[in-house]
């Protein structure tokens, strides 16, 4: 899986591209999230290219007349080899057309913080040997920044027992 997502920026809009080669090239395009606004996101779960890859992100609205942008991107790519860092847990079977659930577990350790985002995705299949015709889904994992907390006097009053 290749994720590549715009975290922040101070423009109005974005588009990211994703292709292959050296050089951004419209020919050797492979994928494209260009949406309304700045806020980018494009996720290709079984990428059907590799080698030297390139990411672009093109400005189409500046947030003022001439200026510059700043943008910060996240991308990055998960491989299919089984993780230790998460488990996935659901019935063993289910009859056909009735909703279940799954729960994603993850232990991403004590030293996962608010600057970093983590990628992931699991297959639901009908067979060990079907493991992905039900569903391919991905999961972003974002810490958020811990706020300083707000220190308070608090008073209580006394209650008064016969």
Do not use: H
């Amino acid at each position: 899986m290749m994720v590549v997502e715009i975290l922040e920026t101070t423009s109005a809009d974005l588009d990211v591209y994703v292709g292959v080669g050296n050089l951004p090239y419209s020919a050797l395009q492979k994928a494209a999230s260009a949406e309304e606004g700045p806020m980018e996101y494009l996720n290709i779960i079984q990428p059907n290219f590799g080698g030297t890859c390139w990411i672009m992100v093109q400005n189409w609205q500046a947030s003022t007349a001439g200026g510059t942008d700043s943008v910060k991107l996240a991308y990055g790519f998960v491989s299919k080899a089984t993780s230790t860092n998460y488990t996935v847990t659901g019935p063993t079977s289910v009859p056909a057309l009735n909703p279940f659930d799954v729960t994603v577990s993850w232990d991403l350790g004590s030293t996962f913080d608010s600057k970093e985002v983590w990628y992931g995705w699991f297959s639901i299949g009908t067979s060990a040997t079907k493991k992905d015709d039900v569903g391919k889904i991905n999961f972003n994992l974002y810490k958020a920044a811990g706020e300083e907390p707000e220190l308070k006097s608090i008073y209580l009053p006394m209650i008064n027992r016969p």
